[in-house]
């Protein structure tokens, strides 16, 4: 396996409303990490093959695949990228009390972010569909277009 980011492809799965493929986006920029960006179109409803393989359990984005290996959830893709690509800046606080402390916050944000993130993807669905004439309100909610 490499040791070192460089040295194998890389590709992020991600949508464009998701802040958790926006936290490995990040995290690779910051090392000036090469990567393929691939876009789940619909995740909600719809998921590449791609993504049930690479993450079967949760089968959700991000997922970081970089040379046949798979890395799911956001905050793990961070600490991998920031190990596996050992080049400065470092994402992570080098001292493990300050580690865990970032840690915490960014847990503690994920508890808040996700159920704003499903409101706000199913609800730009629902805006989408009514602007276009295409359901009301009601028909919108139980099938957005
Ligand atoms: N704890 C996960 C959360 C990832 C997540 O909720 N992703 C959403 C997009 S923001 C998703 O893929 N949802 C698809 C689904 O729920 O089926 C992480 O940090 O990566």
Known sequence: ???NGSNSTVK???TWSSPFALRGRVALHLKSAEYEYIEEADVLNSKSDLLL???PIHKKVPVLIHGDVSICESLNIVEYVDESWPSKPSILPSDFKDRAA?????????GNVSSFTNTFV?????FKGLRSN???IKDCRTNPK
């Open 1 to 3: 396996m490499a040791q």
């Open 102 to 110: 970032a840690r915490f916050w960014a847990h503690f944000v994920d």
């Open 12 to 14: 992020l799965l991600g």
């Open 122 to 126: 199913s609800d730009a669905r629902l």
């Open 53 to 55: 393989k690479s993450n």
């Open 134 to 136: 295409q359901c009301s």
